[in-house]
């Protein structure tokens, strides 16, 4: 098992910045890929950006690129999402997530933070 704990959402203007973070615990996260989605309200989840601990280039979902940057922490168990020039349409629940090397994203969630921009 995955624990998820996401922090740093809030309140923030249009063009603005935030920075979220996914604290994880658990089985040996080397074997993860480390995701966070948002879900906006009436909206199904979507992905937004994944990372693996073990290395390799992150990918983005093409609303966010050059915009968005996740990043990890090894050491610390931690994972980032640093959120820039954000828009009125990046309101959501964020949510950490992660999925063992070969399988999908769905298992192992947070609970999720909420972020509101306010335009």
């Known amino acids: 098992q995955v624990q998820l704990v996401e922090s740093g959402g809030g309140l923030v203007q249009a063009g603005g910045s935030l920075r979220l973070s996914c604290a994880a615990s658990?089985?040996?996260?080397?074997?993860?890929?480390m995701g966070w989605f948002r879900q906006a309200p009436g909206k199904a989840r979507e992905f937004v950006a994944a990372?693996?601990?073990?290395?390799?280039?992150?990918y983005y979902a093409d609303s966010v690129k050059g915009r968005f940057t996740i990043s990890s922490d090894n050491a610390k168990n931690m994972v980032f999402l640093q959120m820039n020039s954000l828009k009125s349409e990046d309101t959501a629940v964020y949510y950490c997530?992660?999925?063992?090397?070969?399988?999908?994203?769905?298992?192992?969630w947070g609970q999720g933070t909420q972020v509101t921009v306010s335009s």
């Open positions: 658990g089985r040996t996260l080397s074997y993860y890929v």
């Open positions: 997530a992660a999925r063992r090397t070969g399988t999908s994203f769905g298992n192992f």
């Open positions: 990372i693996s601990w073990s290395g390799g280039s992150p």
